[in-house]
């Protein structure tokens, strides 16, 4: 998964240009290419690339990195996507592109975003301009192969790697195929890949009845019986790493623990005024998250968008310290938005700590607004 799959095109770029130099995913240029042909090959190029990233050129950047924007001619995307269907690429695999149009500092700047691609190397089996059918153009740093050259073999070995799943350690593979469940069979204790049976997902239950405990957020479940277990991440019966599970709603819903995060610090003192608990988007808890959970099960999809009410989900690792920065700013906020949570009131008890986790379920939902209002600029 793409490290910037949770920016904005405009962060991206700048990114870019904070590095004050071009990269072995990014390019930049001042204006579009003179001919077709040129702009293929560093398509080309920039798709036979080792890394899983997707990869950017930037038109409207001098060489000196500065924002000057385009006088030419631009090339739009339909006529790039007609030209690479005209070619013929062997195994029939092509590069997928995209073209955006972004505003940085007053200037017009077009993005031309050439999706990563898994089964490398891509290659032509034709020859098409000053490109040769069966030899493989690749850009390695901030370098694309010649015109009249060759990738190296080293090069080609690797994009071979990649595409058979070799350049990733066991641990950052299993992570990256856990996106498609279909690889997966379901057996007594867990899962193994039906392409690498070496790579399980081992779960165990845990006999520990102290500890099946519910947690707050268990009483945002019809039913708050909840138990725990234990996810081991395997190669080869090695574990790489554990997570704890907890069953939600009497076995409806499967999830690992959440991460926990605080806010409203009071000057130095260490212990804050609330907690609360968050995924973000891409994490390797939200992927194991993602793993387990089935939408299309009713039950267990009424019992996640419960879930959803008390417990936030980011974006990105940015997104979580800016809200929390803001939040830290703004300590009056959280108590005003609790202050207006009701929905749990019908819950009447006398047990302290059922007390204790009913502000617990206000403070999340209270927490979810405030993240809402605070995305959409409200505050």
């Known amino acids: 998964m793409s490290r910037f799959q949770y920016y904005s095109t405009e962060e991206i770029v700048r990114y870019f240009l904070k590095t004050g130099k071009e990269g072995d995913c990014w390019d930049f240029k001042l204006e579009w290419h003179d001919n077709m042909v040129d702009l293929l090959k560093d398509i080309i190029c920039f798709a036979n690339t080792v890394h899983d990233e997707n990869c950017y050129i930037i038109f409207g950047i001098s060489d000196s990195l500065q924002i000057l924007g385009m006088q030419k001619k631009r090339i739009k995307q339909a006529e790039i996507l007609d030209a690479i269907s005209n070619l013929t690429f062997a195994g029939d695999v092509s590069p997928k592109i995209e073209v955006k149009t972004i505003v940085l500092d ?28 069966g030899c493989i153009y690749t850009r390695v ?9 060759n990738a ?40 193994y890949n039906i392409y690498r049976p070496e ?17 707050y957020y268990s009483y945002a479940m019809v039913n708050s019986q909840t138990s725990f277990e234990v996810l081991n991440i395997k190669y080869q019966n090695i574990i790489l790493e554990s997570y704890g599970l907890i069953i939600l709603d009497s076995g409806r819903l499967r999830i690992p623990i959440p991460d926990q995060g605080f806010v409203c610090h009071k000057g130095y003192e260490i212990c804050p005024k609330y907690s609360y608990e968050y995924y973000i988007l891409g994490s390797k808890l939200y992927k194991i998250l993602s793993f387990l959970y089935e939408p299309q099960n009713g039950d267990e999809h009424s019992a996640f968008e419960r879930l959803k009410e008390v417990i936030l989900i980011y974006y990105s690792e940015e997104e979580k310290l800016a809200f929390e920065s803001f939040i830290e700013g703004n300590q009056d906020l959280p108590e005003k938005y609790i202050g207006r949570i009701n929905r749990f009131n019908y819950m009447k008890t006398n047990d302290e700590k059922i007390k204790f986790y009913l502000e617990r379920l206000k403070i999340g939902v209270a927490l979810n607004i405030l993240l809402t209002d605070w995305r959409n600029k409200k505050l």
């Open 141 to 149: 740093g901030d370098k694309n192969t010649p015109d009249n050259g």
């Open 106 to 133: 007053g200037q017009v700047l077009d993005v031309l975003i050439i999706f990563n691609v898994e089964r490398t190397p891509i290659y032509l089996k034709k020859n098409y301009g000053t490109m040769r059918g």
């Open 199 to 215: 790579y399980t997902i081992q779960i165990q239950s845990k006999n520990d009845e102290a500890r099946d405990e519910p947690m």
């Open 152 to 191: 190296d073999i080293g090069e080609i070995e690797d994009l071979w790697r990649k595409r058979f799943g070799l350049t990733k350690p066991p641990l950052e593979f299993i992570y990256d195929r856990m996106n498609n469940k279909f690889e997966w069979i379901e057996q007594n204790e867990g899962f």
